[in-house]
């Protein structure tokens, strides 16, 4: 397939700016942009499921900037129902810094990177009014989704001005680098428009632009740390193996989008995948392929088979296998406790996991009691050293982290 088709075959174009995307997208290489403001030191899954399109356009030979929004991260894009905190310029410095590496990362340091600060910070404000905001009338304006929605509960000047910087843009861009294209979410169509608008009253020249539909979660709910459900592509934030795990439980109605959307296979390697799936669904291979796609595409493939051991050791109850760094990355955030050399019977009752000696054996005789995913009935049991890192799981679903001393 030619990118075009590709693209409409994961069904990842929505609205369309230009007459000829089609033969634009299938002909000679173009200088194309995608933008993020930097909101957080990191992007995450909602930012990747559109930059992922931008690294696919790169792929068929297309030059990609991309813009970190030094600028427009001052003043903040207007959401649906209330203004946006305003960050420090610190913070804002910050986050394009985290930004910056993990965009160079992903695209192996071949995209290129602007700040949209660099040409706007000199722009004194009667210059821009007088050469951009002359240019788009109010009522155009107004009528913006996102705007019109904010009408009634109220919209700052800031936050109204903000299509006009993002118009700036993609004006800027074109002049300056020869950037005929925008490609974002389909959330950011308006602000798209609006620089096309300026393209055209300005210079009289064509530009074009596609926005690809948001990605929504299980709930229906977009990516994103405004929803809650973040997953971030900074390890320290979110770990490999925890975007591994989310990503194994997507539902059986979800996970074809998916595969088509995050991840480089071909239509026939996604075909056979959900072939092989569909004939037994209960082994979730299509989420097992999809979950280690992503893992390694965002990271790195060492750390896809890191989260894929963790995943298969957890669901054999094989924890023994796994190495102290291995079980810490599994048993995030669940209740740990520090201890000494000791028998299970007094770390049982010393760290309260039973409220007392009769307890505890009781939970030992009824083989209540697992350590690192063997049953455990010998009270005396030695609890040694040797690894730094136990799991204790109490019944079915309890489990607590042991760190040695």
Known sequence: MNLYEDLIWRGLIKDVAGENLKEILNGKPITFYWGTDPTADSLHIGHYSSLVTAKRLSK??????????????????????????????????????????????????KAEIVDNYTWTKDYTLLEFLRDIGKYIN????????????RLETGITFAEFSYTLLQGYDFLHLYEEKNCIMQVEGSDQWGNITTGI?????????????FTMPLILD?????????????????????SPYEIYQYLINTSDSKVLEYLKVFTFLSKEEIENVMREHEKSPEKRLAQKCLAYE?????????????AKKISESLFSNNIKNLSDEEINLAFKGVEAFNVKEDIILNILVNNKIASSRREAREFL????????????????????????????????????????N
């Open 60 to 109: 068929y030979g297309h030059h990609p900037i991309l813009l970190c929004g030094g600028a427009t991260g001052r003043i903040g894009d207007p959401r649906p129902t209330a203004e946006r905190e305003i960050l420090s310029y610190e913070v804002i410095e910050k986050n394009i810094v985290g930004i910056r590496s993990q965009i160079d990362r992903l695209f192996e340091q």
């Open 138 to 149: 109010v009522n155009y304006m107004i009528n913006k989704d996102i705007i019109s929605r």
């Open 197 to 209: 608008e300026l393209i055209k009253k300005k210079l009289g020249k064509e530009a074009y632009a």
């Open 218 to 238: 299980e709930n229906g709910n977009k990516f994103g740390k405004s929803e809650g459900n973040a997953l971030w592509l900074d390890k320290e934030k979110t």
């Open 294 to 306: 992503l893992v390694k595409d965002i990271h790195s493939k060492e750390d896809a088979e890191t």
């Open 365 to 404: 005789n009824s083989n209540a009691i697992s350590l690192d995913g063997e049953i455990i009935n010998d009270e005396n049991h030695l609890i040694t050293k040797e690894k730094k890192s136990h799991i204790i799981r109490r019944g079915k679903k309890k489990y607590y982290l042991i760190k040695m």
